[in-house]
T-cell receptor, first 111, second 112 residues
């Protein structure tokens, strides 16, 4: 069966510091991968999605970036965090159109 | 672009009772799926139920069922025999070919 991992689970970072969140999927190959952000009490905002290694589509222009160095690895990064980057970050995967499965999430607090 | 609207920010239901969460959507696509996801306090997003747009029969998963009205672009979720573990945020979602669009969620509280 497929599993998706995210780490770290919780992160507290100062403003201006770099960020690296990692997501890996097991049990499938060539999945579509997605990064979402969920602000407190809000819905999910799609940040990036990838349909293959090195292929990244950005949905929202901001100081975040994403990379997919391996088939089942998706990384969310920032060179300098802003206070507004605080939130809950969810990674998701799909291996067929339409349906997505989510990881456990990372709670990021920028201080 | 697709939009998903959930007009009920919060709802409550007595344990063992039935509750219906509303969702409407807008799209020009013909092939799509609709989903309800549950996000309990742990914040893990869990797929509750899916509906294929080309199927007229409403999907059912145990105590969860949907009322899919394609012409009206309506997709409501009915939870029967509500349990305390059903307390969560519920997100309606529209699934296009590569992306899924989510509503802002309905917070459901099951009262003992």
């Amino acid at each position: 069966s497929q599993t998706i991992h995210q780490w770290p689970a919780t992160l507290v970072q100062p403003v201006g510091s770099p960020l690296s969140l990692e997501c890996t999927v097991e049990g499938t190959s060539n999945p579509n991968l997605y990064w979402y952000r969920q602000a407190a009490g809000r819905g999910l905002q799609l940040l990036f999605y990838s349909v293959g290694i090195g292929q990244i589509s950005s949905e929202v222009p901001q100081n975040l970036s994403a990379s997919r160095p391996q088939d089942r690895q998706f990384i969310l990064s920032s060179k300098k965090l802003l206070l507004s980057d605080s939130g809950f970050y969810l990674c998701a995967w799909s291996d067929r159109p339409y349906e997505q499965y989510f990881g456990p999430g990372t709670r990021l607090t920028v201080t | 672009a697709q939009t998903v609207t959930q007009s009920q920010p919060e709802m409550s239901v007595q344990e063992a009772e039935t509750v219906t969460l509303s969702c409407t959507y807008d799209t020009s696509e013909n092939n799509y799926y609709l989903f309800w996801y549950k996000q309990p306090p742990s914040r893990q997003m869990i797929l509750v139920i899916r509906q294929e747009a080309y199927k007229q029969q409403n999907a059912t998963e145990n105590r969860f069922s949907v009322n899919f009205q394609k012409a009206a672009k309506s997709f409501s979720l009915k939870i029967s025999d509500s349990q305390l573990g059903d307390t969560a945020m519920y997100f309606c979602a529209f699934g296009g070919y590569q992306k899924v669009t989510f509503g802002i969620g309905t917070k459901l509280q099951v009262i003992p």
